[in-house]
């Protein structure tokens, strides 16, 4: 059984992503299946992102209702 890649976080998926996007750009002759394998990685990057900025996003929302709460109860 294969071990499970460990997931980047999003600063290191970022970084990743820019390192794609400047392959891309300043390739001067187009490999086909490269840019297909970096497409399909900044796809799975851009996922990762995503999802982690909503489980932030969640946190977020948590603290600031919580801190909400606290404060109504204190008046």
Same mark, same amino acid.
């Given at each position: 059984?294969?071990?499970?890649?460990?997931?980047?976080?999003?600063?290191?998926?970022?970084? !990743?992503?820019? =390192?794609? *996007?400047?392959? %891309?750009?300043?390739? $001067?002759?187009?490999?086909?299946?490269?840019?297909?394998?970096? +497409? !399909?990685?900044? =796809?799975? *990057?851009?996922? %990762?992102?995503?999802? $982690?900025?909503?489980?932030?996003?969640?946190?977020?929302?948590? +603290?600031?209702?919580?801190?909400?709460?606290?404060?109504?109860?204190?008046?």
């Amino acid at each position: 059984m294969a071990a499970k890649k460990k997931q980047p976080g999003y600063r290191e998926a970022t970084e !990743e992503i820019d =390192a794609i *996007l400047d392959r %891309i750009e300043d390739s $001067r002759e187009v490999d086909v299946d490269a840019l297909a394998d970096d +497409v !399909e990685r900044a =796809a799975e *990057l851009l996922k %990762i992102c995503g999802d $982690r900025l909503k489980r932030a996003e969640l946190r977020v929302m948590e +603290v600031s209702e919580r801190l909400q709460e606290e404060a109504e109860e204190e008046s």
